[in-house]
């Protein structure tokens, strides 16, 4: 070191930077020598590896295109390839967007005039997307409600449960009425009958071979709603009359015990309640 650092001046002019590079040196050296901490040396390890998965998933998913790619081209399918990704493309673009359009503009005209919640709406179908078409009021269902409110109002203080739920799942168990099951067995509430030794006309199939499949028959639809009552009192459903009046409970209750096993059951019997506002008979 002490040659690099005479004092001569021939030596200092052939190397006027030599000072600087030496000092610059010692330092790289000094850095190189220290030790790195567990935390750079774990963040190197891990960036080392995500890189690694990354690039090697890459290559897998290029091998296989390419290999996708040949065999299309060997059986010279590969221009319809590349139009039907065309169309997959134009689909995605296009009609997508109009379905959503299509569900924003229905969620908007229907909450606006019913005062729904759009999500509750959603779950019974009213809006549509499936590119159906907005459901208003129905003057099937305006009937149903006519014919049957005070029979749900008489049952709802003879066993406590809310006139609205009871009008709600008559009206979206029968069809506003208007079901097989109804018009032939009198039952508004899709009631099965899991008896193995039914009595004549005590149950009727509608799907297939399996018992399950067995619905209750009775000789009027007041059979129906007093035997719907007295369902919903039983052990299984007892613990609903804890929410009173509140249908939003009631209806997530039956869900959750199982009346049904349609997973927006909760959400159409919402539904159907805030658009015939079926809570003022509660």
């Known amino acids: 070191m002490k040659h690099f650092f005479n004092n001569s001046e021939d030596y200092r002019s052939r190397y006027p930077d030599i000072e600087i590079e030496v000092a610059g040196s010692q330092q790289h050296f000094q850095a190189a020598d220290t030790e790195p901490s567990l935390g750079s040396t774990t963040y190197r390890l891990l960036s080392d590896w995500v890189y690694?998965?990354?690039?090697?998933?890459?290559?897998?998913?290029?091998?296989?295109?390419?290999?996708?790619?040949?065999?299309?081209?060997?059986?010279k399918l590969l221009p319809y390839f590349r139009f039907l990704l065309l169309i997959l493309f134009l689909y995605v673009a296009f009609?997508?967007?109009?379905?959503h359009a299509i569900v924003t503009h229905s969620t908007q005209l229907l909450t606006s005039n019913h005062n729904i919640d759009p999500n509750a709406a959603a779950g019974i179908g009213?809006?549509?997307?499936?590119?159906?078409?907005?459901?208003?009021?129905?003057?099937?269902?305006l009937?149903?409600?006519?014919?049957?409110?005070?029979?749900?109002?008489?049952?709802?203080?003879?066993?406590?449960?809310?006139?609205?739920?009871?009008?709600?799942?008559?009206?979206?168990?029968?069809?506003n009425g208007k079901s097989r099951l109804a018009a032939e067995n009198f039952n508004h509430f899709g009631l099965k009958c899991f008896s193995k030794s039914c009595a004549n006309d005590h149950c009727s199939n509608h799907m297939d071979d399996s018992h399950k499949d067995?619905?209750?028959?009775?000789?009027?639809?007041?059979?129906?709603?007093?035997?719907?009552?007295?369902?919903?009192?039983?052990?299984?459903?007892a613990h609903l009359q804890d929410y009173d009046m509140d249908y939003k409970k009631w209806a997530k209750g039956l869900k959750k015990a199982g009346y049904a096993t349609d997973r927006?059951?909760?959400?159409?019997?919402?539904a159907i309640i805030e658009l015939y506002n079926l809570d003022r008979f509660d």
């Open 126 to 141: 009213l809006l549509s997307e499936d590119k159906i078409n907005v459901k208003r009021q129905d003057p099937f269902a």
């Open 95 to 99: 009609y997508q967007q109009q379905d």
């Open 264 to 270: 927006k059951y909760d959400s159409k019997l919402i």
């Open 214 to 237: 067995f619905f209750r028959k009775y000789k009027s639809a007041w059979e129906s709603w007093r035997d719907h009552s007295q369902f919903l009192t039983g052990e299984r459903y």
């Open 52 to 75: 690694y998965v990354v690039v090697g998933l890459f290559s897998m998913v290029n091998n296989v295109f390419e290999m996708v790619v040949t065999l299309l081209r060997q059986m």
């Open 143 to 175: 009937a149903y409600i006519d014919r049957f409110s005070k029979v749900a109002q008489t049952e709802m203080k003879k066993f406590g449960i809310p006139a609205s739920i009871k009008l709600a799942q008559g009206l979206l168990e029968s069809n």
